[in-house]
């Protein structure tokens, strides 16, 4: 066979929209499907619309805790009720999408009944929040699931699934540039879109990405260490030791925003980890639209991630916003974590 590669073959698809990349199949089945298209189109346009308003919260009184009116004397909605408003409009637009899941929402939000409404939306509109007035990354967090009988009326019960049920997962993150990160599992590989004002569209700017196997950097607040049970404290005492031959000490880095401590863990190696404590001992991160999500981003990239004994997406949720501890990253880095609290180490 000629190993003379088509121009195409040979060439990066770096700088190709996100709505071309979809189109085209590069993010495999059910991407391809029109339907599931035109949910990733969606979550995309919500995202522009997100970036917009978190880009001028200093400016417009939409700060994480005022309640006050704006300038024009509008009752101010907090940043992740707008969020949270923006992508029920946008996913509720042309009944692709059942129901949606929300941190926002005590309840599920019916969007419509119509059998031709294949999918359901987990999702975190605005993770972080507390960073929002001091201007740190935040982020919007999803999973999409598919509905298991369109003709049954859609209940909360229907997102009870375990998250390797996902049929994709991603995340936005608002930070010095505004990215999505995006995948439909393993096959089809996760990959980043960085958004550029100038012409209001997402260009593929991390085509596959894949976690290195170990890393150099942990990151978990220290400031919980009194609350943490014994096994954690050892954890992190070995982390911190000085052992050059096994690369430690790790570096310290924590933002306190899961979306960017997540995808610098994805991007760089190492561990994220907020384990359960004596004040959450479920843990303190919801399990269907922050760690599931982020637990099928983190293996389909070759991650790992963990509760601490075992898969995250192998739990079967009995609440909608029920919580779990959750640990991410590296695999050789979740493992020797998941050693400490198993007792081998
Ligand atoms: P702590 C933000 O409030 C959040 O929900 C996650 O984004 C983040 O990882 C975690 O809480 C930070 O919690 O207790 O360290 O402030």
Request: glycine share 10%.
């Amino acid at each position: 066979m000629s190993d003379q590669k088509s121009a195409h073959e040979g060439s990066s698809r770096i700088g190709i929209t996100l709505e071309t990349f979809i189109l085209e199949g590069m993010l495999g089945h059910p991407a391809a499907t029109g339907t599931f298209t035109s949910i990733l189109n969606q979550i995309s346009f919500a995202a522009k619309l997100i970036t917009s308003k978190v880009r001028r919260a200093g400016l417009v009184n939409v700060l994480g805790y005022t309640g006050s009116t704006n300038v024009q004397g509008e009752q101010v909605m907090k940043l992740d009720e707008e969020a949270n408003a923006a992508l029920l409009a946008v996913l509720g637009r042309r009944k692709h999408v059942a129901a949606v899941a929300s941190e926002e929402l005590d309840e599920i939000e019916v969007l419509t009944n119509d059998s031709r409404a294949r999918y359901l939306v987990m999702m975190d509109p605005l993770d972080g929040s507390s960073n929002i007035d001091v201007n740190v990354s935040i982020g919007t967090i999803f999973g999409i699931l598919k509905r298991q009988d369109p003709e049954v009326l859609v209940s909360a019960n229907d997102f009870l699934k375990p998250g390797v049920e996902l049929s994709a997962a991603g995340y936005i993150m608002y930070g010095s540039s505004t990215m999505v990160v995006l995948t439909t599992g393993k096959a089809s590989g996760v990959h980043g879109f960085t958004y550029d004002p100038t012409c209001g569209e997402f260009f593929l700017s991390h085509e596959n990405i894949k976690i290195p196997e170990k890393g150099s950097t942990y990151s978990i607040n220290e400031g919980n260490h009194a609350k943490w049970p014994d096994e954690v404290k050892k954890w992190a005492n070995w982390i911190k030791d000085d052992n050059k031959a096994e690369g430690r000490p790790y570096g310290g880095r924590y933002v306190g925003t899961l979306v960017a401590d997540a995808h610098r863990t994805l991007l760089k190696g190492g561990i994220f980890a907020y384990p359960a404590d004596k004040k959450s001992p479920e843990g303190k991160l919801r399990l269907l639209y922050e760690a599931n999500p982020f637990a099928f981003i983190f293996e389909a990239a070759g991650g790992k991630a963990s509760h601490g004994k075992g898969r995250i997406l192998e739990i079967q949720p009995t609440k909608l916003h029920q919580r779990t501890p959750l640990i991410l990253g590296s695999p050789r880095d979740v493992e020797a974590f998941e050693d400490f609290m198993t007792g081998k180490r």
